[in-house]
């Protein structure tokens, strides 16, 4: 059973600055992928950024210039450092794992900007 934890989330100005963090139950290098997704109200969940295992790492482009991902194997963790942040960042933000067998998912954090 994996388990994901996300933490970091809260509410922040316009032009701010948070970092997610996700804890996984297990190593990331058993990941085909591993990364951020986010639900806004009334809206689909998307991908945020997200790691593959063949090295690519992948952004949203509303996001690329502004948010980052990076990894510490050693912790089993990784992060979303945003900065730059906009009102319409404002969303649920789920840490997601995917191996060959299973798409797992954490709790979400909510990340509101106010403008």
């Known amino acids: 059973q994996v388990q994901l934890v996300e933490s970091g989330g809260g509410l922040v100005q316009a032009g701010g600055s948070l970092r997610l963090s996700c804890a996984a139950s297990v190593s990331l290098v058993s990941a085909d992928n591993m990364g951020w997704y986010r639900q806004a109200p009334g809206s689909q969940r998307e991908s945020v950024a997200v790691?593959?295992?063949?090295?690519?790492?992948a952004y949203a482009d509303s996001v690329k210039g502004r948010f980052t991902i990076s990894r510490d194997n050693a912790k089993n963790t990784v992060y979303l450092q945003m900065n730059s942040l906009k009102p319409e960042d404002t969303a649920v933000y789920y840490c997601?794992?995917?191996?060959?067998?299973?798409?797992?998912w954490g709790q979400g954090t909510q990340v509101t900007v106010s403008s």
């Open positions: 997601n794992m995917r191996r060959l067998l299973g798409n797992y």
């Open positions: 790691f593959s295992r063949g090295g690519i790492t």
